[in-house]
């Protein structure tokens, strides 16, 4: 099993920048591929970004590319989503997920493909 919490959500205005964070444990932290997905109020969850096993890769969704920058440390076993320039679009709960398994290389925007997800953070961005 893997726990996962998240941290750093919180109410911004519009143009400002929030980092998010997310604790790993109870697996070896370099066997996770880590993702970031957001669920918005009477919307489906959506993929935001994602970093490899390897912290190698990185790739991120349209709306947020350029904007949000994705980092792990392994030796804190956690993950990072630096935001930047936020917009009120981007107001969601943000959670955190972990997929097992994966080669060092691979990444998922798909998150039926993770297998552990954390409780989420609120983020919301006024205009």
């Known amino acids: 099993q893997v726990q996962l919490v998240e941290s750093g959500g919180g109410l911004v205005q519009a143009g400002g920048s929030l980092r998010l964070s997310c604790a790993a444990s109870?697996?070896?932290?370099?066997?996770?591929?880590m993702g970031w997905f957001r669920q918005a109020p009477g919307k489906e969850r959506e993929f935001v970004a994602v970093?490899?096993?390897?912290?190698?890769?990185?790739y991120y969704a349209d709306g947020v590319k350029g904007r949000f920058t994705v980092s792990r440390d392994e030796a804190k076993k956690a993950v990072y989503l630096q935001m930047n320039s936020l917009k009120p679009e981007d107001t969601a709960v943000y959670y955190c997920?972990?997929?097992?398994?994966?080669?060092?290389?691979?990444?998922?925007?798909?998150?039926?493909?993770?297998?552990?997800w954390g409780q989420g953070t609120q983020v919301t961005v006024s205009s």
């Open positions: 997920a972990a997929r097992e398994g994966s080669s060092g290389w691979v990444i998922s925007s798909r998150a039926d493909e993770y297998d552990y």
């Open positions: 109870g697996r070896t932290f370099s066997n996770l591929q």
């Open positions: 970093i490899s096993r390897n912290g190698i890769r990185t």
